[in-house]
T-cell receptor
Framework: QQQVKQSPQSLIVQKGGISIINCAYENTAFDYFPWYQQFPGKGPALLIAIRPDVSEKKEGRFTISFNKSAKQFSLHIMDSQPGDSATYFCAAIPPREYGNKLVFGAGTILRVKS | GAVVSQHPSRVICKSGTSVKIECRSLDFQATTMFWYRQFPKQSLMLMATSNEGSKATYEQGVEKDKFLINHASLTLSTLTVTSAHPEDSSFYIC????????????FGPGTRLTVT
């Protein structure tokens, strides 16, 4: 119920291509879905986030697509660059009355080949 | 904005000693701070939640007497690993939430602890 399943585990994309990472959840009480980017030896950085009342959110080259009925959401990185090579984590947060703690996916290691 | 710092970034200590890690929110007040542990190539594991001025809430399986958390002010939380052992070696990361009305959490850069 509290899990967020993330796929794929790793991804190799050519420079300029589109990177797509998918996540699925079970708990319909989740109401905030952030994506984090983490470089080796660094803490995660908040990339973009969405709430379930919106089906898509775009910030620069990063887009979240959200499918509430399927309980799935995905991150699309357009025009992927070698500097995007990092580990990406999706996450979900339930409302405050349910603990309000981040539930992380397992992570996706993205490598963008130049 | 929303910068979180951690100190030290790396620490090596001998088995049996204690080590303190500081987490500071630099440009905002954090009503809640979280402490995570991350093993190589794995996701983040929440250890505890600390609210300013109250006792920390520990996740199941985390020893509260071993991992002491203090959230003394709205910008500072500390994690003390007491009587450290080699199995405590890990990457410790804190995060801070600006207010109870917001869901965003901002993470610090992490602290690499090595216990010899």
């Amino acid at each position: 119920q509290q899990q967020v399943k993330q796929s794929p585990q790793s991804l190799i994309v050519q420079k300029g291509g589109i990177s797509i990472i998918n996540c699925a959840y079970e708990n319909t009480a989740f109401d905030y879905f952030p994506w984090y980017q983490q470089f080796p030896g660094k803490g995660p950085a908040l990339l973009i986030a969405i709430r379930p009342d919106v089906s898509e959110k775009k910030e620069g080259r990063f887009t979240i697509s959200f499918n509430k009925s399927a309980k799935q959401f995905s991150l699309h990185i357009m025009d992927s660059q070698p500097g995007d090579s990092a580990t990406y984590f999706c996450a979900a947060i339930p409302p405050r009355e349910y603990g309000n703690k981040l539930v992380f996916g397992a992570g996706t290691i993205l490598r963008v080949k130049s | 904005g929303a910068v979180v710092s951690q100190h030290p970034s790396r620490v090596i200590c001998k088995s049996g000693t204690s080590v303190k890690i500081e987490c500071r929110s630099l440009d905002f007040q954090a009503t809640t701070m979280f402490w995570y542990r991350q093993f190589p190539k794995q996701s983040l594991m929440l250890m505890a939640t600390s609210n300013e001025g109250s006792k920390a809430t520990y996740e199941q399986g985390v020893e509260k007497d071993k991992f002491l958390i203090n959230h003394a002010s709205l910008t500072l939380s500390t994690l003390t690993v007491t009587s450290a052992h080699p199995e405590d070696s890990s990457f410790y990361i804190c995060s801070a939430r600006p207010s109870r009305d917001r869901d965003e959490q901002y993470f610090g850069p992490g602290t690499r602890l090595t216990v010899t």
